[in-house]
């Protein structure tokens, strides 16, 4: 699980007595950072009526998550298009710089997505209790259900609902880390099974690439259609 | 997976529970991610968004001078056909005038030569019939005057002019007879 590994580059930074040193974790995460910010800023600079590639890769994608925020929460979204934005690019960042090997995966580690997660589900939170005062806990009662039932739902409700960073966070972060452990552990076998039984996990190491990289775009969307879809309730009260 | 047990051992469980650089990755990732969310919110998605607005408008608006251009375009075909048109018709006018003038011309210019044709023909049938006449007189006074003359060295003696003027007479309206009869 090396691959995993957190480790200081350069010196100890404290702010008053925590730590915040500059790790190979925040390497990435500036790395990160900064692809998105030059390939964005490179596709937003031109302005030719035909768009070149760097410039039909920054609308695409801006077309891609304003649609999928459309979709999803509608025009109510509009002014959290940024953020949706910002986060997708940079959870699909640190996925895409996880697949390099010997690079270090931000996005597998609980702290940053659970980190990430919280801070979607205070926001969203706020923004439910802001729209519609108290009217926001209506949630958790949803209408047609029988008197009976009802406080056992009321419960289920709250329950899920308090759970939505938790399955956020750990979906993310169970989805890279297992990825990753796979392809390590597959390539343990082409090493343990040498030059004659090692083609049979090569090949699946190879496979498994491929297959990372899809997950690697299909965990950045989720975590972002998924936050769509906790602000829609926040914004339009479903129930 | 010797190698794989010997590098987990080293590092003692998941690497991503032990707390060490929890709020290390917290403090960067609000830092980065904040940034991020700065400069593509105040800086790139605003020009992009105009990009594709200014993009969009102007295929509208080129789109509606195409229209535009089009319609223009075939009310100047249809201008042009009429006036294909008309200048079929003039040149058919044209053509019809010249023809009657040519026509007209022509019947002018035949009916004169007729016209001369006929008087020189009325001349000439005249000057004819001017010299027959005069010939057939002469012819009958050289009738007249040989006859005579040879009745004279025949018989010696003068014969009445008349009477000789009368046979000739006789014999010249019989040979007409015989001419124009037969």
């Known amino acids: ?239 | 997976m010797l190698v794989t047990s010997a590098q987990s051992g080293e590092s003692g469980g998941m690497p991503q529970l032990n707390p060490e650089f929890w709020v290390s990755q917290i403090f960067w990732l609000v830092l980065t991610f904040g940034l991020l969310y700065i400069i593509l919110s105040k800086l790139i998605l605003p020009k992009i968004s105009n990009n594709l607005e200014s993009r969009k408008s102007q295929i509208l608006e080129n789109i509606e001078t195409a229209e535009k251009q089009r319609e223009e375009s075939e009310k100047q075909l249809k201008e042009f056909e009429k006036i294909i048109l008309e200048s079929k018709l003039e040149a058919k006018n044209y053509f019809n005038e010249a023809r009657q003038k040519i026509l007209d011309d022509i019947n002018n210019k035949r009916n004169a030569l007729d016209k001369e044709i006929d008087n020189e023909v009325n001349a000439a049938e005249q000057e004819i019939i001017n010299l027959k006449n005069a010939s057939s007189e002469k012819i009958k006074n050289i009738a007249i005057e040989t006859s005579s003359e040879l009745i004279k060295q025949l018989i010696g003696e003068e014969a009445n002019n008349s009477s000789i003027s009368a046979i000739v007479e006789e014999q010249s309206r019989k040979i007409e007879e015989k001419q124009n009869g037969v």
């Open chain 1, 1 to 239: 699980m090396y691959q995993f590994n957190v480790y200081r580059i350069g010196p100890e930074i404290k702010l008053g007595s925590v730590d915040i040193s500059f790790t190979n974790a925040s390497l990435f995460m500036v790395i990160s950072t900064l692809a998105v910010l030059i390939i964005f800023n490179l596709g937003a600079k031109k302005k030719s009526l035909i768009p070149d590639k760097i410039q039909l890769l920054a609308e695409l994608s801006y077309s891609f998550v304003s649609k999928m925020i459309s979709d999803t929460a509608g025009s109510k979204a509009k002014p959290y298009f940024s953020f949706i934005f910002s986060l997708f690019m940079f959870v699909l960042f640190c996925n895409m710089f996880g697949m390099i090997p010997y690079s270090f995966t931000v996005t597998s580690h609980i702290i940053v997505t659970f980190a990430l997660a919280a801070f979607i589900f205070i926001g969203v939170t706020i923004i439910g209790f802001i729209k519609h005062g108290l009217g926001y806990l209506k949630l958790f009662v949803p209408s047609g259900v029988p008197i009976v039932l009802l406080p056992l739902i009321v419960i289920i409700e709250i329950i899920s609902y308090l759970s939505r960073p938790v399955s956020l966070s750990v979906r993310l972060f169970a989805n890279m880390m297992a990825g990753h452990t796979m392809m390590k552990v597959f390539g343990g076998f082409v090493i343990s099974l040498g030059i004659i039984g090692g083609w049979l996990p090569l090949s699946f190491s190879v496979a498994l690439t491929g297959l990372e990289i899809l997950v690697a775009f299909l965990q950045a969307y989720v975590f972002a259609i998924l936050t769509c879809i906790y602000l829609n309730d926040a914004l339009n009260l479903h129930h």
